[in-house]
T-cell receptor
Framework: GAGVSQSPSNKVTEKGKDVELRCDPISGHTALYWYRQSLGQGLEFLIYFQGNSAPDKSGLPSDRFSAERTGGSVSTLTIQRTQQEDSAVYLC?????????????FGSGTQLSVL | EDQVTQSPEALRLQEGESSSLNCSYTVSGLRGLFWYRQDPGKGPEFLFTLYSAGEEKEKERLKATLTKKESFLHITAPKPEDSATYLCAARYSSASKIIFGSGTRLSIRP
């Protein structure tokens, strides 16, 4: 597709359940980022991928959060044993590289609601 | 810890009333300062990248400037369609991540 695609767009789950959020970056983009945005707040960095490796995962809030990227393309963010404080919009972004072109292209996000 | 701080949190202007949004950042090791626009229910959209003090970039009614300790997003004669949240972000040489500020919610009344 032409842009970054995220699925699902909305996810409602019960406390304690596991969820998987998917990100399809723009074809050819080697860098991929996950951010979390709570209502009315800025973006909180979660993890950064360059290719399939994650040189910076310093923003993952706890060991309940994990992410992987396969084939240098699709990425999945997994949240285990969800808690109510995990409710937020999860945004994915991709860019061509970490060099001079720093422009991030964002998806529309996944709205996660934990009841 | 590297930080990006934006002010004001919210700004309401009359159509045609020019103003500026502020972004203060941790100075040491800055590799790039970015501005994004975010509309409700959507992901942020890239506006500008600034790399060094004194640099300026323009796009339609928006102009971004960078000094040694802060950046400004100037909006000239705004229109209602300029209403959005404007986010400032920074990358530092010591880190892979791009750090975002909490944004300024801009509302332009017709």
């Amino acid at each position: 597709g032409a842009g970054v695609s995220q699925s699902p767009s909305n996810k409602v789950t019960e406390k304690g359940k596991d969820v998987e959020l998917r990100c399809d970056p723009i074809s050819g983009h080697t860098a991929l980022y996950w951010y979390r945005q709570s209502l009315g707040q800025g973006l909180e960095f979660l993890i950064y991928f360059q290719g399939n490796s994650a040189p910076d995962k310093s923003g993952l809030p706890s060991d309940r959060f994990s992410a992987e990227r396969t084939g240098g393309s699709v990425s999945t963010l997994t949240i285990q044993r969800t808690q109510q404080e995990d409710s937020a919009v999860y945004l994915c972004a991709s860019s061509q590289d970490r060099g001079t072109n720093e422009k991030l292209f964002f998806g529309s996000g996944t709205q996660l609601s934990v009841l | 810890e590297d930080q990006v701080t934006q002010s004001p949190e919210a700004l309401r202007l009359q159509e045609g009333e020019s103003s500026s949004l502020n972004c203060s950042y941790t100075v040491s090791g800055l590799r790039g300062l970015f501005w994004y626009r975010q509309d409700p229910g959507k992901g942020p959209e890239f506006l500008f990248t600034l790399y060094s003090a004194g640099e300026e970039k323009e796009k339609e009614r928006l102009k971004a400037t960078l000094t040694k300790k802060e950046s400004f997003l100037h909006i000239t004669a705004p229109k209602p369609e300029d209403s959005a949240t404007y986010l400032c972000a920074a990358r530092y040489s010591s880190a892979s991540k791009i750090i975002f500020g909490s944004g300024t919610r801009l509302s332009i009344r017709p």
